[in-house]
């Protein structure tokens, strides 16, 4: 059996250090559950899409980490699809790739072939776009008989597949539309993502969708609509065995329950705020 942890939103930045105190309970609990690896749901930083610095911080506490974490990239990492102030570009992909590794990548562990994606490249219209539809495919069709896992970091969707445009929370429904085709060909067991800072588990025909909390601060009433999925802190543990996954929403102890609203303000003035 093998166990790996998602940790998801840290928000981290060596310049604005509202959540940082979250990351030493968090590192404490990982070294306590000895994972294989650890997968980290996007928004590792507070504005890697702005600022390398954030990077830098970042992926200096991961290698303190006694496992590697595999990273999938989120907004205030990469940027948005066509956002008018940060949009996802070749640059922001670039200082991604030399902190953190690739964005979108697969690795195989026992029966399972697990899948990253970059969300932030859905709809975005750039080249990389393209190129990771057509990687998808592939990986997707030579998984030999293996049971596939998708991570990435905005959600498909929040209630139903076939729901409209969510505006930022989820992703749009044109790219959704052959990323669902794709779950429902391959019959993909787990698409688990990050970035609603809220926890869910549930089924949508043969998929299970997983949303891994933040372990770095809630969204209160300003900045968050009502929604699905429970408001809390926390990680998520995954056990792959044989064919089954198991999937544990855990509370992780020390973690303060920080409220993105009370800081806005500082974090994300509101230009950035979108
Ligand atoms: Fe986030
Ligand atoms: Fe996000």
Redesign the pocket.
Known sequence: MLRLLQIS?THLSPRKRHFEPNWAPLQAWIEAEKPSLILHG??VTVDGAGDEGDFRFCAELFSKLPVPVLAVP???DVGEPRHPYQPVNPDRLARWRRHLGPDYWSRDIEQWRLIGLNSQLLGSGEAEENKQFAWLNSTMSDARGRRIAWFL??PLFLDHPGEGDMGYWTVKPEPRLPLLELISGYNVALVAS????RSRDCHRDSTRYVWAPSSGFVCGPATQPPMSGESRLGAVIYRFDGNEVEVEIKNVDGLMAYRIDDVIHEVYPPREAA
Do not use: R
């Not at 990050?194 to 800072?197: A, E, F, I, K, L």
């Open positions: 939103d996007g928004d989120g907004n205030h970091h905005m990050g970035h609603v800072h």
